[in-house]
């Protein structure tokens, strides 16, 4: 699930036979699930027989031991199923290639974090010259032995000479901050605990940094309680954080977060204030230059605003103020009422999803059709050109600083691992920076889009990738992926996982469904609170387009989604289960009356609904996973899965609908949960728990969509050859 900061986050056999038909699934025998007595008074009354599996499974021996047995029915059918260790092989050796993330330029060197193929976790590196050797800083891989300790983010002093990093564990969302001296490579300090969802905001003089955090949570409660009373700190270097300062916070709005960000001249800091997920902020100014207190500039709660940079008091923000698809306006400090504004570049057909002053101009990333296009203008607005982009795909990035010649920026698609290039802001010329050397062509595969009526006519963009030289003869197993929420554009790629699926044989599609952002405010309002249902409608339209067109069937077609996909994943199976083959429902948020009682679920009211409402309840109700499992079903197969340690999307969400689901199955398909252990909802998971967690549901997807593995999958190498689907 969303939250709303900036950081720089880590970077990202032989084929045996079943004693079986191979169209059925292996029989299981599923572990006993405990119900309880469990009443909920809404509008009406609701049964909750699996509530105990709320609990923490840290806390709660009961539920350890209902996640330790569910592991092992799941461990044992995942080992038996044909190709799994030759996927795993391979997902290795196509894991195994050099990225980086883009290079982060403070007081002439750059920083940036390498992955030589296998690691864990990236480490962070920094060179003073671009042609220079790189130096390394941060070796995360140190940390523990399992690799589960994270380098979740970064932020170089302005002279270059300290970095301040966050350390995230196990995958929660907790950070610990440390700072490291870059030239004796020593952390210096005290560590800075329980900071969340917060970026870190350097003073211009290299003093300290800002950054938010909560109060220390009570013994036990750290990873499943709701968080309140976020507040804006400043620690100075060499400080205990006992006398870290306080420099905001609302005490009477105990529900609102703070992100912060400190102009490059180190006059201003900009504090922007959310109190959901919708971007809706307010943004306060505090003068760093005079003891005056910090003042709102925007207020309202109405709209969203993105600060791209400054030039003196002229500050230039891109906000959807009276402008859906959003546009960059222009505020004097001396004279900030809205009617004072300056517009600098109107809204287009396009989405504007950033922006930022880099060398005097304003560079302008667009969405056109869910595909990056990148624009450049002066500060008053002309136009200075696009940036030729190297095709169809996703091109981020584009920081630096107003003094800046120079920016950097990645561009990737489905089949284009992500290159970085260096940018002249002059003279618009690209230059490639690092170029990953894989372990395929890309030219075997093919992108394209294409665009399909959902129920009620809207009509929709979908990408859909392959090997080259498909035939659509209704029968390749295909794998559909959708996200539909928190104003988020899904926009093309490049994924180990993916390009192995399609190596593999199968096909990978991906649907920009309503109430994600890829076109603008009006498109995600089309997918929240009472409109979500038509989330699910489009993507059930995606899977009908994908079956009239040929390119799959039902009965080899699999769906997966993570997060507010998971959600949509568990949605459409209750709604169609006839429609797919396999699920793949990912740290789904699964339970729509409960949601908001765990960690950062009360932010997601602004996307779903608040279920105390009686007419948010009616909605949520009626599409909630959890609660429309209907008993007697023939249900797809499905492969649940999410982390022990997830304080985003508690596990609860997963343990209840498997619990429920496995319950209700009348079919021969399996009804599985996959629990990860000292992970959390995906940010910082080793390289080692990703490949495997990939071998497992390649190899379930497979099975039950009916692929033929090719050789080096362990399989005949008949990619062409079908067999039908398992458990339908």
């Known amino acids: 699930m969303p939250v709303h900061i900036r950081t720089r986050g880590a970077l990202l056999a032989t084929c045996f036979a079943m004693t079986h038909h191979p169209g059925a699934a292996p029989p299981v025998d599923y572990p006993a699930s405990d119900t309880v007595e469990q009443r909920d008074v809404f509008e009406v009354t609701i049964e909750d027989p699996y509530r105990w599996l709320e609990q923490d499974v840290r806390e709660s021996e009961k539920v350890a031991d209902w996640v330790a047995r569910q592991n092992a029915v799941t461990n044992e059918y995942l080992a038996r199923l044909p190709g799994r260790e030759a996927i795993e092989g391979r997902v290795t050796e196509l894991w195994n290639y050099e990225r980086y993330s883009l290079p982060v330029k403070r007081g002439g060197r750059y920083f940036f974090l390498r992955n030589d193929g296998l690691q864990n976790q990236a480490a962070l590196y920094v060179q003073d010259l671009l042609e220079a050797v790189p130096r390394l800083l941060i070796d995360p891989n140190t940390w523990s032995e399992d690799g589960t300790r994270a380098l979740a983010d970064f932020e170089p002093s302005p002279d270059g000479r300290h970095v301040a990093y966050a350390v995230q564990e196990s995958g929660s969302d907790w950070r610990r901050l440390e700072v490291l001296e870059v030239a004796g490579g020593k952390v210096i300090g005290a560590p800075v605990h329980w900071a969340k969802f917060t970026s870190i905001a350097w003073a211009g003089d290299g003093s300290g940094f800002y950054y938010a955090r909560y109060p220390e949570p009570e013994e036990g409660a750290a990873y499943q309680n709701l968080n309140f009373d976020h507040a804006v700190y400043f620690h100075r270097l060499g400080d205990e954080q006992a006398r870290d300062r306080l420099v905001y916070s609302r005490p009477d709005s105990p529900e609102h977060g703070f992100s912060v960000e400190v102009t490059e001249d180190g006059k201003y800091l900009v504090i922007t204030v959310w109190k959901g997920t919708d971007e809706r902020y307010e943004i306060v100014i505090d003068d760093l230059t005079d003891e005056t207190p910090p003042r709102v500039l925007i207020g309202g709660f109405t709209n969203e605003y993105a600060l791209a940079g400054n030039v003196d008091n002229t500050f230039y923000f891109r906000t959807n103020r009276d402008a859906p698809r959003s546009r960059i306006v222009a505020i004097d400090l001396a004279e900030p009422d809205p009617a004072r504004w300056r517009e600098i570049v109107p809204q287009l057909d396009a989405t504007l999803v950033d922006a930022s002053v880099v060398g005097m101009k304003l560079v302008a990333n667009y969405l056109e059709h869910a595909s990056t296009a990148v624009r450049m203008y002066t500060l008053e607005g002309r136009s200075a050109g696009r940036v030729k982009l190297p095709g169809l795909g996703t091109a981020t990035g584009f920081e630096g600083r107003a003094d800046d010649q120079e920016t950097f920026f990645s561009f990737a698609s489905y089949n284009v691992p992500t290159t970085l290039y260096r940018l002249d802001v002059a003279t618009g010329e690209r230059s490639v920076f690092k170029q990953p050397e894989v372990a395929f062509d890309p030219d075997d595969y093919v992108v394209e889009q294409v665009f399909y009526s959902s129920r009620d006519g809207t009509r929709v963009p979908m990408f859909i990738s392959h090997r080259r030289g498909l035939e659509r003869d209704g029968a390749t197993p295909t794998l559909l992926y959708g996200y539909g929420g928190f104003n988020v554009a899904v926009t093309p790629s490049y994924s180990v996982q993916m390009l192995a699926w399609m190596e593999m044989g199968g096909i990978f599609v ?39 067109q040929r390119y799959t069937s039902p009965a080899h077609l699999g769906i997966h989604g993570g997060s507010n996909g998971g959600l949509l994943v ?28 765990f960690t950062a679920g009360r932010f997601w009211v602004d996307d ?86 990939v071998a497992d549901r390649w190899a379930f997807l497979a099975y039950h969509t009916g692929l033929q593995l090719p050789a080096e999958y362990g399989g005949s190498g008949a990619v062409g050859l079908r067999v039908e689907a398992g458990g339908r």
């Open 510 to 548: 991906v649907a920009n469904l309503r109430g994600g952002g890829e076109y603008g405010k009006a498109w995600h309002d089309a997918g929240r609170l009472a409109n979500k249902q038509n989330v699910f409608d489009d993507f059930i339209a995606a899977a009908a387009y994908l079956i009239e």
């Open 608 to 693: 779903y609904g608040d279920p105390g409402n009686p007419r948010d309840f009616r909605s949520l109700l009626a599409y909630s996973p959890y609660h429309n499992i209907r008993p007697g079903t023939q249900y797809p197969a499905v492969l649940v899965t999410t982390a022990d340690t997830d304080d985003r999307v508690v596990p609860g969400h997963s343990f209840k609908y498997t619990a429920k689901l496995q319950e209700a199955q009348a079919g021969d398909a399996p009804v599985l949960i996959r629990v990860e252990t000292r992970a959390g909802h995906g940010a910082g998971i080793p390289t080692s728990k990703r490949i495997e967690e």
């Open 570 to 597: 568990g949605a459409v199976t209750n709604q169609r289960p006839d429609l797919f083959a396999a699920a793949l429902p990912a740290v789904g948020v699964m339970d729509m009356l409960r949601f908001n009682q």
